[in-house]
Structures are given as C-alpha cells and as structure tokens.
C-alpha cells in the first residue's frame, strides 16, 4: 500500500509556511493586487531565466493570447502549432480571430516536428506556436531558424517548462531567455512553480514588454504603481483596448519563494525520473520517455508510451484499484467538439503520430514529496497490471 494513504496523486505543489508566511506580509502591507510583490517576481523570474524583460498575468492562456497579439496576429491570419497540447494552446489563436494551423508531433517525441513546418507556411501564416510538451524543450534551433528564413515570429508555450533547459550554442539555457521572441509560462497548481494560478511573459524586445504591461491592466496609460507613488496627482488614461489580465501581489509573493525552490525541486524530480527509466526497463513494450543530448527536461510530467497489446484504459484502471492517480497521454485539440465547426482550423498532413500519443500514453505520477516506497508501488503496480493485460490480449488473440 502507499505511504501517502489510499492514493497517489498525479502531482501535488510543494507548498508550507514559507509560502504562508509571504501571504501574510502582503495581507498585511494593504496593497494585494498588482504592485511592489508582482514587480519583484518579474526581476527575479528574468534574472532566472537569462531574459530582459519579464511581465506577469493572470495565467498561461492570458501570456499567449498578448504574445500572439503583439506579434501581429489578427482575423483570418493563420498560426503553425499542433493539436498535440492542452486545449489552451489553440484556443489562444483563436482569441486573436485567427485559424490555428495543426501539423504532427515528431516520431521520438512529443513536440512539433520542425521538418513538417515548411509545408504549412502560406501567405496567411502569422506565427508559430511552438510547444515545450511536458516541459521537454523542443527543437528551438530548427523552429527559429525556418521563423528567421521566412520572417515569421516565433512564440513559446513554455507553460510546463519552467526550470527545464536547452543547449544553445553550445552553452546550457534556460527555457524563457528567450531564444524565440517571446516565451509564455504557466504557473497552475500542475506546474513545478505555482501561485495557485498565474503566468509570465519573458522576451528580450522592450516594445513587447510595454505593450503587455499596457494590455494587462485594461489599456491603463500609468501603472498603479506610479499612480500611488506619485507625489502630484496622476489622471490616467486608456490610448487602446486592454484586459483585466493582473496578477495579484498575494500570489507573486507565493511565485518569489517558489521561484527560490525551483532548482530544488528540478533536480528531485530528474533524480525520480531517473529512477521511473531504470525500473521500466523490467517491463516489456513499454518506452520511457527520453532528454535528447540538447535537452535537459524539468520532468515536469513523466509521460510513457505503451505497446499495441497493451489498453491504455484497462492499465489507467488497473492503477487506480489500487489507488494511483494516472492521467492519459496529451489531448488533441482537433478531435474535440469546439474544434468540429469547420473553419475552426486546419490541418497541414496527418496527425497520426498525435493521436497515437494520446491513446498510448499515460502520465505516471512525479512529484518532489514523493517517496522511493511510492515509485516502487507504483512500479510494481504497473509492471503486474501490464502483466495481466497482455495475458488477457493473448487470450482474446488466441480465441479469435
């Protein structure tokens, strides 16, 4: 039986009274929404990450649709991204009144692959949207380097990907510096840094940056902060359309030691999933998933990919008798109901490979409470539930 009871979650944020206790200074200071915390969270997130300008938002979504917006896209343009991601992805395009542009996954992965790019690209294509797909980084390089031959922006949904890194010219980097032109974070309780709810926009473009902290706060010409600081009195104004896209003090002051747990919290989980690699060597069919030699994941899913024999739902079940949480493999936009309108997107080719990587994988549970007892019952549990699948497919094989 598990040491943490009768289940094992999917993930669970580490969160105590270090984060309590920076509730409570800025309950206490009166000032709770937007100001002096959020500020200090974007320096400190910029200095993490290797970027010059860090803006933050009221979550992940909200960091895309800003980041495709100031890049250009409007009505009837189209965006390259995949199907192959949560809903949120695709749904940011088409805030912008745009058409997402669904090619395949790679063949040893989960993100975009680069080769099939070229052949979506028309006169419509105002961006690409690459994903970091469970926080392994995808192939940035080749992503760039088709945005830079055809001057397309590119833009990262770095929304699992905190903490996780990439080798770019020959240095290691972090995911967020950023090596597109702009990258979006998500900071929900799923995500190795939370805030409870949350996200962040990193670029190295200063007119970006001012754009976004003038959409965040409905088109508002002077920030609260300068407004309040003032010793002459400040009337603001509204030059454009904006959002109600803030992120509170309460949860930046979260962020701040969060962000300072980070690299813990990496590396735990690479030292778990390290462990999760070695034991599923025992179990027959079933692939790990694997850090290219440029890649350095934050782990923050562990996403295995089962064999033809095996039934991704009779193994989920399996696991969960026994009182482990699983999650199935990515979804695909595209073969959900609010993608079925026509005209609601494209797709460029086959996106067989992303379908198959939604009925074939299950998300193992990984997170840094966890205990080596947990990810041996866990282990244990699946390579037996694997077991008694493929004794039951032999049997219906055989019996037909």
Not at 26 to 55: D, K, M, N, R
Not at 223 to 233: A, E, I
Not at 359 to 368: D, G, R, V, Y
């Amino acid at each position: 039986m598990s040491s943490v009871g009768t289940q094992i979650p999917v993930a669970r944020p580490l969160l105590d009274e270090q984060e309590i206790e920076a509730v409570r200074r800025v309950v206490l200071s009166g000032w709770i929404t937007q100001g002096p915390e959020v500020a200090a969270f974007e320096s400190e997130f910029a200095a993490f990450v290797g970027a010059s300008h860090a803006c933050a938002v009221s979550n992940c979504t909200t960091a895309l649709h800003l980041a495709l917006k100031v890049v250009g896209v409007g009505p009837g343009d189209e965006v390259i991204t995949v199907s192959h991601s949560f809903i949120a992805t695709a749904n940011a395009v088409r805030y912008c009144g745009a058409v997402p542009v669904f090619v395949d996954i790679e063949p040893d992965g989960f993100n975009i692959d680069p080769s099939l790019i070229e052949a979506a690209i028309t006169a419509k294509t105002k961006a690409i949207l690459c994903v970091h797909q469970i926080g392994m980084p995808c192939d940035l390089a080749q992503i760039v380097a088709i945005g830079r031959d055809h001057s397309i922006p590119v833009v990262e949904d770095a929304a699992c990907a905190s903490g996780s890194e990439i080798l770019w010219d020959g240095r290691w980097e972090k995911i967020g510096k950023p090596h597109a032109d702009i990258a979006c974070f998500s900071f929900h309780p799923r995500k190795l840094l939370t805030t409870g709810d949350g996200g962040m926009l990193t670029t190295e473009v200063a007119e970006f940056d001012a754009k976004f902290r003038l959409w965040r706060q409905h088109g508002m010409g002077v920030s609260d902060v300068v407004r309040h600081g003032s010793q002459r009195v400040i009337f603001e104004s509204y030059p454009e359309l904006g959002y109600n896209y803030r992120m509170t003090d309460l949860q930046a002051a979260i962020g701040r030691v969060q962000l300072a747990r980070l690299p813990g919290l990496v590396s735990q989980r690479r030292r778990l999933a390290e462990r999760y690699t070695e034991a599923l060597s025992h179990i027959e069919g079933v692939a790990a998933p694997v850090d290219k030699s440029w890649t350095r994941s934050n782990w923050q899913s562990y996403c295995i990919t089962l064999p033809d024999w095996l039934d991704q739902a009779s193994i989920m079940q399996a696991l969960l008798d026994r009182g482990i949480s699983t999650r199935r493999g990515v979804m695909n936009a595209h073969r959900e109901a609010a993608y079925a309108e026509p005209g609601s997107h494209r797709v460029v080719g086959s996106l067989a490979r992303s379908i198959a990587a939604q009925e074939k994988s299950i998300i193992l549970p990984l997170f840094a409470q966890m205990t080596e007892s947990d990810l041996a019952f866990v282990m244990e549990s699946l390579k037996q539930a694997c077991s008694r699948s493929s004794t039951s497919a032999s049997r219906l094989v055989s019996a037909s």
